[in-house]
């Protein structure tokens, strides 16, 4: 069985034990719940292996029958060096967790089903939050109500409840690893199976992993020479809607585990949604990433509430080499006058009340490298609507900053059926002219939705198996001329031409071609047909004459 393989197992194992337990409970409530006990289980096994190295041959073994804590136990036999080993551990993991606050103790008190549970559950979520080391950990837990009437009316309900969902949790992945790319993916499985059943509210903090795979791999790309390859090192990745981090960590992924290695400076995200923002800083954590290496922000990106994305003197603006953004679509904002004057909108105009779309792609590309990349997924409407947002695509045309669309089927989210695009945007573009990707036809369907296809199966590549994905991948790498009904460069003429409309069935048509008739083949056949039917007909009225009956 392949790591995926035991990774998505382990996954399944969970959302089984979810759908088991969640009963009457709220999907999203339940969620926020197993997932932050999934955590809990990870930051508790990573510090207690690094404990493990720390003490060597002073950590205690206990027989196999002893249900208590080691470390539990080396702080009773060693009560005056716990504050000098924790200052230790602070330096070493980031973070400290006290002995009774560690999963194996909450697990030990949920198979006993001990009274105790929910009291030492909210202080070790306190513990972490406030006490563990310094901010990393600050509000992570602040939406995890274990007082609320959801899980139970009486603190004893309560308690019963999470010592049995718990119990279960511990119980279903005793037999997996643990470590940070094991529970890191199944965490994003969960996620995923989550926001399958959360319908619209699954655009939130969910991007399919088929369009997270496409964006990660358009941004790594070289900006100026996609067909180079992959860059080795990207100074600082964004995504200022991040959701759950999963785009963020993909471009991760994809830049470090490129043959040869690479290397992301620092990954920085922000996201509106308080639960959300707490699921992403969890999910980075949970795949092995330090906390010294992301900085993920709460706030409303339009207002730009950041402050290092407010530095007013340009020498000194953060930018970013790759950008990546699936923001919610077309949402209704404060486009006021003020706002106007915003140093990111200032020079293009404002996107319309109705639709923040042309907002939130010029938060991002004010940001952007001279050598970056930055991939957003938008309605189809950005291409073609009039009005301000027309005034904005053609600005950005007219300075070569658009670098190539790509049209995608519908029905790929579970939030909206609606079909979407992906623009690649430039600051210093090396083409003169807009490639246009028509996948839109390129897709299984499947049962709730469309999806593109990976090439694999039972996650394995297989050369016969169409796949969708690398195929839009490798055109905007390779950049061809033209490929019948599936891509075109475009001259900035034509477009111009087009009042600068980017409607891609504009300029990569999928009309199929009308069959050639040939005249001579087609009269061929009928006279040879015509001369069958005669023979039948002669052969017929014999039969007809020799039954003394009227022929035809």
Not at 75 to 94: G, I, L, S, T, W
Not at 242 to 267: A, H, M
Not at 337 to 343: I, P, S
Request: overall charge negative.
């Amino acid at each position: 069985m392949t790591a995926k393989q035991k990774q998505e197992q382990l996954g399944k194992a969970l959302w089984d034990i979810a759908n088991e337990l969640r009963g009457a409970m709220n999907a999203d409530d339940f969620r926020d719940y197993m997932l932050s006990f999934l955590f809990l289980r990870y930051l508790s096994d990573n510090y207690e292996a690094s404990v493990k190295k720390e003490l060597g041959s002073d950590y205690p073994k206990l027989e196999e029958d002893d249900k208590r804590n080691s470390l539990s136990v080396w702080y009773e036999a060693n009560p005056n060096d716990v504050e000098e080993f924790e200052k230790q551990m602070r330096k070493k993991v980031h973070y400290v967790i006290k002995p009774n606050y560690l999963w194996g103790s909450i697990s030990e008190l949920a198979r006993k089903q001990h009274n105790d549970l929910l009291s030492d559950l909210q202080k070790g979520f306190s513990y972490i939050e406030n006490e563990s080391f310094e901010s990393s950990f600050k509000g992570l837990f602040s939406e995890i109500n274990l007082d609320s009437e959801k899980l139970g009316k009486t603190y004893s309900d309560r308690n019963n409840k999470l010592c049995t969902i718990i119990q279960k949790i511990s119980e279903g992945i005793a037999e997996f690893s643990t470590d940070s790319d094991t529970l890191g993916d199944a965490y994003e499985y969960l996620i995923g199976e989550f926001a399958a059943g959360s319908g619209k509210k699954a655009g939130e903090f969910y991007t399919p992993q088929q369009l997270s795979t496409i964006l990660s791999e358009i941004v790594t790309l070289d900006s100026q020479n996609p067909k180079a390859g992959k860059k080795k090192k990207i100074n600082r990745v964004l995504d200022f809607a991040c959701g759950s981090g999963s785009l963020l960590l993909n471009v991760k992924d994809k830049i470090e585990k490129q043959p040869g290695g690479g290397i992301i400076s620092r990954i920085y995200g922000q996201e509106k949604n308080i639960t959300t923002y707490n699921l992403a800083r969890m999910n980075m954590l949970l795949h092995g990433v330090k906390d010294s290496e992301f900085d993920i922000f709460h706030g409303d990106t339009l207002k730009n509430e950041w402050d290092i994305l407010n530095e007013m003197n340009p020498a000194k603006k953060t930018t970013f080499d790759a950008i990546v953004a699936n923001p919610p679509f077309s949402l209704r904002w404060d486009a006021s006058e003020a706002m106007g004057e915003n140093f990111r909108f200032k020079n293009y105009g404002l996107a319309p009340k109705s639709a923040a779309d042309f907002a939130f792609l010029l938060h991002g590309f004010h940001f952007l490298s001279d050598e970056g990349t930055m991939a957003i997924i938008l309605p189809h409407g950005v291409l073609f609507r009039g009005g301000a947002e027309s005034r904005i695509r053609e600005k950005l045309l007219k300075d070569g900053n658009i670098d190539t669309v790509i049209g995608l089927p519908s029905n790929l989210f579970f939030s909206t059926g609606i079909p979407v695009c992906i623009l690649v945007l430039k600051k210093c573009k090396k083409d003169d002219d807009v490639l246009f990707i028509n996948a839109s036809e390129h897709y299984k369907k499947e049962k709730r939705q469309n999806i593109l296809r990976d090439g694999k199966i039972d996650g394995v590549l297989d050369p016969k198996e169409p796949n969708d994905i690398q195929k839009i991948v490798e055109t905007y790498q390779n950049r061809p001329e033209k490929e019948e009904r599936y891509s075109r460069r475009v001259s900035m003429k034509e477009i111009e031409d087009n009042d600068y409309n980017l409607n891609i069935s504009r300029y990569v048509s999928t009309a199929k071609p009308e069959p050639i008739i040939d005249l001579k083949e087609v009269n061929e056949k009928l006279v040879d047909t015509k001369k069958k039917a005669s023979e039948s007909l002669k052969l017929h009225n014999g039969f007809l004459k020799e039954l003394g009956l009227k022929t035809i």
